[in-house]
């Protein structure tokens, strides 16, 4: 208990690091997205990669690649639903209500937790994930609002630009074809991967930002209430229903109490919606994500 602790708060200290250092101006507004552009192209991509070396994947697996789709579909209807007949509300809510921000927030938290095959399954759920959320998401959102609407080109050429998103399909491929990369490559990626899980937490506290309107705080805890609502009924479904071994449950049950995706307020300021409500909700479902992650770990200690 001792151990998981302190590895919980190891996390909250990166995260707080960046808000504090942020707020006393060592870095500036935008200087994220410099850690973005290195952790999405660099360190992710490493770890994933690295995650694959000692992993022999079954075809039964590609059912937890499923899973992360219907999770994200089941969120967003649920969103949908209670928009009532608004249908700006309803895209509002079919975009910040689904998506689970894995690769830059539960990855991190998996690999530290629970090993490379961990980190492995992870990035199976977050290939269905990475579906909807680079795009799929937002091309429905799209025609409720009669917004600018997505081509399926479009999408895969937005999904095929992510370079997580494509290491997991190669990877995933090569696992399946038994093809294994040189030894060299997986002790290069070894030490990459080791910077992944502090520049993605450093990374979230320099994004986090909470200016929320009294008028907004009913939406944002209404938001927030149903997804964990829902987020708890999609974790009994992954622990009760999937034929899965006891440690692919526990990540499929981790990853469906990760935070909303940041591609959210992305999509919602794409569709001239409330990006600043998006924004708050993205930020809140962090530290409930870490209080959520770190009890489950607690009371149901990692299975490796």
Not at 154 to 164: D, G, M, Q, V
Not at 274 to 294: E, M, Q
């Amino acid at each position: 208990m001792g151990d998981v602790l302190l590895k919980a708060f190891s996390f909250v200290f990166m995260i707080v690091s960046g808000i504090v250092l942020r707020r006393v101006g060592l870095f500036k507004e935008n200087d994220d997205r410099v850690l973005s552009r290195i952790v999405l192209n660099f360190t992710l991509p490493c770890s994933v990669i690295n995650a694959f070396a000692g992993f022999d994947m079954e075809l039964s697996l590609l059912g937890v690649v499923l899973a992360g789709i219907l999770a994200n579909l089941a969120l967003s209807f649920l969103g949908k639903a209670v928009a009532g007949k608004d249908r700006r509300a309803q895209a509002f809510n079919f975009i910040n209500f689904s998506g689970f921000n894995i690769g830059c927030f539960t990855m991190p938290f998996v690999q530290s937790f629970l090993g490379s095959f961990g980190v492995a399954v992870t990035c199976l759920f977050d290939t269905g994930n990475a579906i909807m959320c680079t795009g799929a998401t937002y091309a429905i959102a799209s025609g409720l609002v009669g917004g600018e609407k997505q081509s399926f080109s479009s999408f895969l050429k937005k999904a095929f630009s992510s370079a997580p998103f494509v290491t997991y399909l190669v990877m995933l491929t090569l696992n399946l074809c038994r093809v294994r990369l040189p030894g060299p490559v997986y002790t290069v990626t070894s030490a990459v991967a080791q910077a992944n899980a502090f520049l993605c937490m450093f990374m979230i506290g320099l994004m986090f930002k909470v200016e929320l309107d009294r008028s907004q705080l009913l939406a944002v805890v209404r938001t927030l209430a149903l997804r964990l609502g829902l987020c708890c009924l999609l974790a009994l479904a992954c622990y009760f229903l999937t034929p899965f071994s006891a440690a692919v449950k526990q990540v499929m049950v981790l990853a469906c109490f990760s935070p909303v995706s940041a591609m959210g307020p992305v999509f919602t300021d794409r569709l001239n919606l409330d990006k600043g409500l998006a924004g708050v909700i993205n930020s809140l479902s962090i530290p409930i994500s870490v209080a959520i992650l770190t009890g489950i770990l607690l009371f149901w200690p990692p299975v490796v």
